[in-house]
């Protein structure tokens, strides 16, 4: 029981980090990960209509691909809405947290806030907004 729950654990770990690595490759390399999401949304849709049948391999007791194939559509999705999530979150960051956000990701999320962090405008932006927090009751 310890067990299931510790690989339970540990596949929902390695699935939110292939996901951060698939927001990853959607900043840094846009058209591969278009690639991938046209693969991934044809296998999906693929094995929507195609019946599980024993070609697949679905029926045996240790069926490693079959029990893979039968969790796709899922995991699938949850990479999708958590890589549209991290989009969102980009698009809408704090100033202090652009300038990181763009060395991990590559992004240029809000692009112009990115390029005054870089001359140091932005850096002063963030002084004076800490300024005004300190000074508040």
């Known amino acids: ?3 299931e729950e510790m690989l339970t654990a540990g596949y929902i770990i390695l699935t939110l980090l292939v996901a951060v690595l698939f927001y990853w490759l959607r ?8 690639c991938v999401e046209i693969v ?13 049948t024993d070609y697949l391999l679905l029926n045996g007791p240790s069926s490693i691909l079959g029990h893979l194939l039968s969790e ?4 699938s999705a949850g990479v999708y809405i958590f890589v ?3 989009d969102n979150i ?4 704090p ?26 405008k932005g850096r002063a932006a963030v002084r004076r907004m800490r300024n005004r927090q300190r000074q508040m009751p």
Do not use: Y
């Not at 980009?90 to 960051?93: E, K, N, S």
């Open 72 to 75: 796709a559509a899922g995991l």
């Open 27 to 34: 900043c840094r390399h846009r058209f591969a990960f278009g």
């Open 90 to 93: 980009a698009q809408d960051l």
């Open 95 to 120: 100033v202090g947290w652009r300038l990181m956000w763009h060395r991990v990701f590559g992004t240029e999320a809000g692009s112009a806030s990115v390029r005054q962090a870089r001359s140091g």
């Open 84 to 86: 549209r999530g991290m």
């Open 1 to 3: 029981m310890v067990v």
């Open 40 to 52: 991934v949304a044809v296998v999906v849709i693929t094995f929507t209509f195609v019946p599980q």
